[in-house]
T-cell receptor, first 110, second 117 residues
Framework: SQKIEQNSEALNIQEGKTATLTCNYT??????LQWYRQDPGRGPVFLLL?????KEKRKERLKVTFDTTLKQSLFHITASQPADSATYLC?????????FGQGTTLQVKP | GAVVSQHPSRVICKSGTSVKIECRSL??????MFWYRQFPKQSLMLMAT?????????EQGVEKDKFLINHASLTLSTLTVTSAHPEDSSFYIC?????????????FGPGTRLLVL
């Protein structure tokens, strides 16, 4: 069956450290994968998109990798700040529709 | 950047009534809009895809007669939850694709919290 899983429901780290979130999928062949940030009671906000032929993408303190052999994407936030605390969702393309993971809630402690 | 609004942001209604939620793209034309539902601590689940001027395409398990979608213009899509029941209480989120830009990117609205008593 098709599945998309984010490694943990919650992740707590200390301010200044790098947060690494994992997204694994099975039985999909996505043309691209996206990461979103969602704050409580709000809609998701687009962060980064990475295509199947790209290994890595960066945007300021964010970095995303995409390994189509492992069927995995890693999302890194370097020099994390308390303001980065939120739920992060991965979403993969499935013939034009987005399929979302369940999200990982990141808590950055000062 | 592209902005999508939703109205209302929250609504409380009695069981059996119908509720309409609006989704607007404010600064771009959206050829395609999507409606999602999100239960607490769960992921977004796609309910339907709506294209301007044509009938919506519903995902498996979503009742089209219960969740009426109208995409009458390039900037407005509406979702009507008909004869709402407590189990329909959820967070409803729309998204839109900019017809001119990258087709992969969806811009999400802020969501509508529905509580059916």
């Amino acid at each position: 069956s098709q599945k998309i899983e984010q490694n943990s429901e919650a992740l707590n780290i200390q301010e200044g450290k790098t947060a690494t979130l994992t997204c694994n999928y099975t039985n999909y062949s996505p043309a691209y994968l996206q990461w979103y940030r969602q704050d409580p009671g709000r809609g998701p906000v687009f962060l980064l998109l990475i295509r199947e032929n790209e290994k890595e993408k960066r945007k300021e303190r964010l970095k995303v990798t995409f390994d189509t052999t492992l069927k995995q994407s890693l999302f890194h936030i370097t020099a994390s700040q308390p303001a980065d605390s939120a739920t992060y969702l991965c979403a993969l393309d499935n013939t034009g529709k987005l399929i979302f993971g369940q999200g990982t809630t990141l808590q950055v402690k000062p | 950047g592209a902005v999508v609004s939703q109205h209302p942001s929250r609504v409380i209604c009695k069981s059996g009534t119908s509720v309409k939620i609006e989704c607007r793209s404010l600064d771009f034309q959206a050829t395609t809009m999507f409606w999602y539902r999100q239960f607490p601590k769960q992921s977004l689940m796609l309910m339907a895809t709506s294209n301007e001027g044509s009938k919506a395409t519903y995902e498996q398990g979503v009742e089209k007669d219960k969740f009426l979608i109208n995409h009458a213009s390039l900037t407005l899509s509406t979702l009507t939850v008909t004869s709402a029941h407590p189990e329909d209480s959820s967070f409803y989120i729309c998204s839109a694709r900019d017809g001119r830009g990258r087709q992969e990117t969806q811009y999400f609205g802020p969501g509508t919290r529905l509580l059916v008593l």
